[in-house]
């Protein structure tokens, strides 16, 4: 199960920090993703870290304001998201996924087992 939390309105500029808080243990042996979805629009790709850390990769939307982290040792990850704009507002999803292949591609959804129920991020202009 993953718990997301720290969404919440901020103003244009502003910052916010997600969580999301994995229940298992082998949390820390998976990709985390985090994607979002805003009204009226299909659910995209921001972010993932595999389970070391050792490689992350963002959408070109959010590269170089968005950092994707995690700390195993708590079985938690993260999204620290720096100058909002407003098209950030969007209901953010953790993801998690147990997949390991060649070539596999962590942008896609469908690579993802595991998700959140989602928190809300409101950026006011």
């Known amino acids: 199960q993953l718990v997301e939390s720290g969404g919440g309105l901020v103003q244009a500029g502003g910052s916010l920090r997600l969580s999301c808080a994995a229940s298992e243990r082998t949390f820390s042996s998976y990709t985390m993703g985090w994607f979002r979805q805003a009204p009226g629009k299909e659910r995209e790709f921001v972010a993932y870290i595999t389970w070391s850390g050792g490689d992350t990769y963002y959408a070109d939307s959010v590269k170089g304001r968005f950092t994707i982290s995690r700390d195993n040792a708590k079985n938690t990850g993260y999204l620290h998201m720096n100058g909002l704009k407003p098209e950030d507002t969007a209901v953010y999803y953790c993801?998690?996924?147990?997949?390991?292949?060649?070539?596999?591609?962590?942008?896609?959804?469908?690579?993802?087992?595991?998700w959140g129920q989602g928190t809300q991020v409101t950026v006011s202009s």
């Open positions: 993801a998690a996924s147990d997949r390991v292949y060649y070539g596999i591609r962590y942008y896609r959804e469908n690579e993802y087992k595991y």
